[in-house]
């Protein structure tokens, strides 16, 4: 049928480096060019750049930022003609690389383009930009002076499928295992630690787990007060799920904290990001630096609790991904709002709506996704049903009351550990108890030999 195709779709992270102006994805318009897309070492053009790079297969830290593990390097090169009986030199310095290679024939289709995320600076525009006929880009942008990422999704189709943009915040599972304490405690484990902090517990001894579970606690008794309260808990483990997020804080850190006093000023921000574009005018189209940099410093004083127009390490955190703190949500609400709001009344049509998710082009049958999103939008967003989303409905939208995992967790650890049953723990009890909060080589021996007795 004319409806149906057969496609291998696969989501990848690039990251493009060099030396490269920061405002050169607004000026471009966003339109890219690729060659030999599935090759081990596909080039680029963005703009006036290009770029060769090649993939990594496994990065785990992108599973929860990108929901994929694989990654693209590239790095920027330079082309130039490649003469007759003339060999290929290569200059390569500390901060650029210089190719001489044949340039490539980047004559090519279309495809659709979508962004995704609530990044500072704005990000998220929609349109149709060249590139390979069998591939749909998706691209998260954050303006940085060197490094741009963005998720590039290939399908290859023999027709062009649409990509749904998810603008909703989940809450991600503390593990993929099953919660069976009856078998044994690995979800425990992965819920307490996280995924990969547990699996060194597994290869210490029993005392050296204790000893290091001893260390931890002190951490987690914030008010040092010599008890774990359940809200302790909690927030412990949602610092430990989120390891991939202070992961990426440290990276930006280095490259915005200039005169390295332990505070990002607004003004140290701004000249890290903005300070090769303040004196160009503006581009035709899209956001303007002034409009892009006004968004960015009004995120900054709402993560800047102390209002001294400098950063901690903490409101830096909320800066970068004020989904995750309560005292951020309006920011993230208000911005959505922007983004999708094309005609400025600070509300959001049904139009719009679908307008942010799916863009037609010119092809008069609709997905049967966006039709049931247009229900969801009739029946369910727009809950007072004057044909609008308001702040409060588009809160309820992208930030829905999810059930809490972290809760749940703590209040577990909590409840098997507490054998005075005042609904608080003392190092002592959670050390006596340890195989429940981490493991240790005897845990993994005695899971392998009680693996072997059933066989």
Known sequence: MEDEWEEEEQLVVVELAGIINSDFMSKCGGSCKILDIASEKPMMQVGQYVFAGEYEDHVPELKYTCHTVKKL???????????????????????DIALAVQAPDWSVGSCHRKCKGVFPGGGSLSASKNFPEDAVLVYRMELRPLVMCFALCVVYATSKPTEKKDRVHHEDPLSNLEHDDAENFDYDHEAFLGQEEAKTFDQLTPEESKERLRMLVERIDEDKDGYVTVEEMKKWIKHAQKKWIYDDVDRQWKSHDLDEDGVVSWEEYKKATYGYIMDDSDPEDGYSYKQMMARDERRFKMADLDSDMKANKEEFTAFLHPE???????????????????NGDGLIDLDEYIGDMYNQEGDAREPEWVK???????????????????????????????????????????????????????????VDKYDLFVGSQVTNFGEALSQHDEF
């Open 324 to 342: 995750e703190y309560d005292h951020m949500k309006d920011i993230v609400v208000l911005e959505t709002m922007e983004d999708i709001d094309k």
């Open 73 to 95: 390097m590239m790095q920027r090169i330079f082309l130039t003609e490649k003469k007759e009986c003339e060999t290929s030199e290569v200059d390569q310095s500390a901060s």
């Open 372 to 430: 049931t999103e247009r229900e969801q939008f009739t029946e369910f967003r727009d809950k007072n049903k004057d044909g609008k989303m308001d702040k409060d409905e588009t809160r309820d939208w992208i930030l829905p009351n999810d059930y809490d995992h972290a809760e749940a967790e703590a209040k577990h650890l909590v409840y098997e550990s507490d054998t005075d049953k005042d609904n608080r723990l003392t190092k002592e009890e959670i």
